[in-house]
């Protein structure tokens, strides 16, 4: 999530998270549930923004310790994450250098990078980091495991990715060439929100200057609800037709990777 809107961490009661957030964390934790055979020890969200994917993450105990790291934490931010996430065990860095300093690897580790790539020039900024170089992707590396997720199709790149901040957009195959030059295993990859991809496109075709983001949905709990609704069902049945052999286009893209 961009963290661009901080005034969120202080009106929790009166924010309204967007059906795609909450749809994209079900799509997340579906995947990771049949894809990660082993419960991580250490969880690393990286882009963790007001840490609701990390909190979720804490929440289903999907592994055993959890960090989150973003540029924008600041002591004041982390304190006031800390005040809404009471009781919560995150701990949370401005830095994966800092992080890296100050946690050694236990066990198998999960680094989340749900769209973070597309904000950056060049994507070996985080992908120098937190994958080592093919040379050295060898025994001791064999506990990690990646969960990475970036918009599709530069040809619906749109005002709406430049208001986000977002340099390109990708394919699968792209996609999977990038992290497999990096001598990452791809243990599965595709698309999800097929209904959203045919949205954009008509959206991009008729409102070109788009001006709203995730940041400022001010939908009711009614059609929040609802919308969440059709973007589960949705992911839940292009799965199913995905293991049918039928491989449906969507708005975003995955690929679950280990070293």
Known sequence: ?????????RETSAYSRHPWEIARQCVMRRLLAKYIPVRPAQLVDIGSGDAYIVNLALKNAIAQSYYA?????????????????????????????????????????????MDVLEHLRDEKEILDLIVPSPARATGDGQGTFY???????QSVFSSHDVLLGHYRRYTVRQFRELLSARGLQIIDSGYFFSSLLLARWFE????????????????????????????????????????????????????????
């Open 147 to 153: 969960f990475f997720t970036v918009p599709a199709f």
């Open 1 to 9: 999530m961009d963290i661009s809107e901080f005034k969120r961490l």
């Open 69 to 113: 790291i973003d540029i924008e934490y600041t002591p004041e931010i982390v304190a006031q994450l800390k005040e809404n996430n009471a009781h919560s065990t995150i701990d949370y860095y401005p830095t994966i250098q800092e992080f890296q300093r100050a946690v050694k690897p236990s066990g198998n580790r999960l680094y989340l990078c």
């Open 204 to 259: 991009r075709k008729m409102f070109p200057k788009k001006e709203y983001s995730i940041d400022n949905w001010e939908g009711s709990p009614a059609k929040t609800r609802l919308l969440t609704a059709v973007l589960k069902t949705d992911f839940i049945i292009t799965n199913i037709l995905k293991t049918l052999g039928i491989r449906l286009p969507g708005l975003s893209c995955y690929c679950i990777c280990r070293l």
